[in-house]
């Protein structure tokens, strides 16, 4: 009755069951995963019924992916990860070195696994740590870009002070901006089409000219940016299954 494994789309996902404080139950599609949260308080025969219904959920949200258009990044020995300005190539190997290590020459990241280390993790345990230490890689690669766009963004349309911008690891939004003007993008957005990309650099700057989502707010994204919406849909039908 709980599947570990669906496949939609002609992709494998996997499901992952975890058992929620709340009263509801939920459900979120996170990269290739299938995440289920059934609510402690469900009785079985609500919790079959659930994950039947999150489920379907999960297959109608999936169908609705652009196919193509979201190149994913392949965290492993001989795997490539594409950006807007860059094509990472991966080499993982096996040293007798006791910590793991990693570098970036021009577009080459090469990451070094301990033997010992890596000999006790499964093959998925080896992908997160060689994931980890790549994206950290990429994201400190990539900060230069990120500025340059937002730079760019902003001396076009806004010319407002910005203290900082960073890239942020963050799986539950896309960007965000202090009011102390600190703005963050999500490391994610790497790996979605360019407008997308500098359509969320849009969306935080122009919270500093309207701290809200009021209809002010929208028409300085508009002004700086008149197809925002196509961005909109796209993160909305595509957004979860980045990076
Ligand atoms: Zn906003």
Sequence with gaps: MFPKYIELNGEKFEVVYERAKA?????????DKVVIKLSRFARDFDQDRMVVKFLKWAGKRISKVEK???LKPEYND???VFTHNKVYDIVVKIT??????????????????????????SEKGRGV???KLAEDLILKDQVAYLNEVTDELN???FQEKVNSCKFKKTRSRFGSMSK?????????LLFAPREVFRYVCVHELSHLKEFNHSKRFWAVVEGAMPEYKEAEKWLRNNGFMLG
């Design 23 to 31: 009263r509801t139950s939920s459900v979120r599609i996170s990269g």
């Design 68 to 70: 193509g258009l979201v």
């Design 78 to 80: 001989g795997g490539k």
């Design 96 to 121: 007798d070195r006791k910590n793991n290590a990693a570098r970036l020459k021009d577009s080459v990241i090469e990451i070094f696994l301990g033997r010992v280390f890596s000999e006790k993790l």
């Design 129 to 131: 740590v060689v994931k």
């Design 155 to 157: 001396q076009m349309h």
């Design 180 to 188: 102390k003007r600190n703005m963050n993008i999500s490391f994610r």
